[in-house]
Antibody, heavy 121, light 110 residues
Framework: QVQLVQSGAEVKKPGASVKVSCKAS????????INWVRQATGQGLEWMGWMNPNSGNTGYAQKFQGRVTMTRNTSISTAYMELSSLRSEDTAMYYC??????????????WGQGTLVTVSS | QSVLTQPPSASGTPGQRVTISCSGSSSNIGSNTVNWYQQLPGTAPILLIYSNNQRPSGVPDRFSGSRSGTSASLAISGLQSEDEADYYCATWDDSLNGPVFGGGTKLTVL
């Protein structure tokens, strides 16, 4: 079965960077995009960007341009999201989600369990 | 401020039918299909409806979706206590060149 397993919770100081991993199993890793979506406590979902694991191509939401980097290691079917220059407003649960295409539709059909990133001095 | 607009809350009693609306614009719902996600308390979202009205395997047929113009809606019939969750609509936005979400609707089963 398809699974996305994320790395554990992180606590970072303002100005630091964080790198979250997402290990895929149960399907061909290079066949589907990996997206990153975050959710502040009690708030809604916010899309951060996507990465094509086959080509390494990426697309980032304008809000995160210049601060986020999405990479992958195909040999271990793992995607990474690194967010730099952290501030308190980046405290949130970060999810990876598989992007699926069907009939001109694009949706997230499997999600990781989430990684809590806390930014605090 | 979310690109797609949802009511913050909705409620119903067991067995009742409830609907949740999602309003957008010509650059998103007006030109792309809509998906719905369910997020149970303390868990990751799961895909509930894709391509306006398609249910992934395992999703009960009590859940249905529709789209008309620049709006969409999710209907839940035969409401059950386990349906108490947050529901998010989502679609692609051609202007932003990426997926966008609604602010979410918290469904309470009374």
């Amino acid at each position: 079965q398809v699974q996305l397993v994320q790395s554990g919770a992180e606590v970072k100081k303002p100005g630091a960077s964080v790198k979250v991993s997402c290990k895929a199993s149960g399907y061909t890793f290079t066949s589907y995009d990996i997206n990153w979506v975050r959710q502040a406590t009690g708030q809604g979902l916010e899309w951060m960007g996507w990465m094509n694991p086959n080509s390494g191509n990426t697309g980032y939401a304008q809000k995160f341009q210049g601060r986020v980097t999405m990479t992958r290691n195909t040999s271990i079917s793992t995607a990474y999201m690194e967010l730099s220059s952290l501030r308190s407003e980046d405290t949130a649960m970060y999810y990876c989600a598989r992007g699926a295409n069907w009939n001109l539709d694009y949706y997230f059909d499997y999600w990781g369990q989430g990684t809590l990133v806390t930014v605090s001095s | 401020q979310s690109v797609l607009t949802q009511p913050p809350s909705a409620s119903g009693t067991p067995g009742q039918r409830v609907t949740i609306s999602c309003s957008g614009s010509s650059s998103n719902i007006g030109s792309n299909t809509v998906n719905w996600y369910q997020q149970l308390p303390g868990t990751a979202p799961i895909l509930l409806i894709y391509s306006n009205n398609q249910r992934p395997s395992g999703v009960p047929d009590r859940f249905s979706g529709s789209r008309s113009g620049t709006s969409a809606s999710l209907a839940i019939s035969g409401l059950q206590s386990e349906d108490e969750a947050d529901y998010y609509c989502a679609t692609w936005d051609d202007s932003l060149n990426g997926p966008v979400f609604g602010g979410g609707t918290k469904l309470t089963v009374l």
